[in-house]
T-cell receptor
Framework: DAKTTQPNSMESNEEEPVHLPCNHS???????IHWYRQLPSQGPEYVIH???SNVNNRMASLAIAEDRKSSTLILHRATLRDAAVYYC??????????????FGKGTKLSVIP | SAVISQKPSRDICQRGTSLTIQCQVD?????MFWYRQQPGQSLTLIAT?????????ESGFVIDKFPISRPNLTFSTLTVSNMSPEDSSIYLC????????????FGSGTRLTVV
């Protein structure tokens, strides 16, 4: 399975930008980089995903290194509602041949008022 | 994005019994998945629910313990059989959305406590 490495936890001040790093040195050419977040007592929520180019949406931006061995999720202005566990995941093929998401431990983001 | 309704949202069950969890999606989806999240842990994929055929189970999960049905493109069930306290977890349904360029949507989960 493709694997990612994230810091266990990070802190950010409210209204400040947040850069959440992810290393995926064994990524293959067809693996998409997905980011999800999980708020307390909820299921994971899709944030953003990309393959090679940087991506922007209303929630966040995804910056992908040129060699694709790392990426950074950028929250432009952290709010208290952004406090969650953020998962960086490589969408890869299972042994049965279907695509799947394999979750790691994620980064717990705390937002300080 | 698709809207997933998962039932029940929580339950407390006696050991040795079985519980069936339902996952209803408001649109047709090709890929549906079942995950388990043990207390304080990340999500672990149990199986891929295949429409019209047997589910594909991940290592460590077997059909006798976690039978799965997928009768159509909008519905699936997961049964947790012969439960023990070690089965106390959150069970989540997920779908892959082709309309969103293969992003995934998750249900809110079923919190199961086995006593």
């Amino acid at each position: 399975d493709a694997k990612t490495t994230q810091p266990n936890s990070m802190e950010s001040n409210e209204e400040e930008p947040v850069h959440l790093p992810c290393n995926h040195s064994t990524i293959s050419g067809t693996d998409y980089i997905h980011w999800y977040r999980q708020l307390p007592s909820q299921g994971p929520e899709y944030v953003i995903h990309g393959l090679t180019s940087n991506v922007n949406n209303r929630m966040a931006s995804l910056a992908i290194a040129e060699d694709r061995k790392s990426s950074t999720l950028i929250l432009h202005r952290a709010t208290l509602r952004d406090a969650a566990v953020y998962y960086c995941i490589l969408r890869d093929r299972s042994g049965a041949g279907s695509y799947q998401l394999t979750f790691g431990k994620g980064t717990k983001l705390s937002v300080i008022p | 994005s698709a809207v997933i309704s998962q039932k029940p949202s929580r339950d407390i069950c006696q050991r040795g019994t079985s519980l069936t969890i339902q996952c209803q999606v408001d649109s047709q989806v090709t890929m549906m998945f079942w995950y388990r999240q043990q207390p304080g842990q990340s999500l672990t994929l149990i199986a891929t629910a295949n429409q019209g055929s047997e589910a594909t189970y991940e290592s460590g999960f077997v059909i006798d313990k976690f039978p799965i049905s997928r009768p159509n493109l909008t519905f699936s069930t997961l049964t947790v059989s012969n439960m023990s306290p070690e089965d106390s977890s959150i069970y989540l349904c997920s779908v892959e959305e082709m309309d969103r360029d293969y992003g995934y949507t998750f249900g809110s989960g079923t919190r199961l406590t086995v006593v």
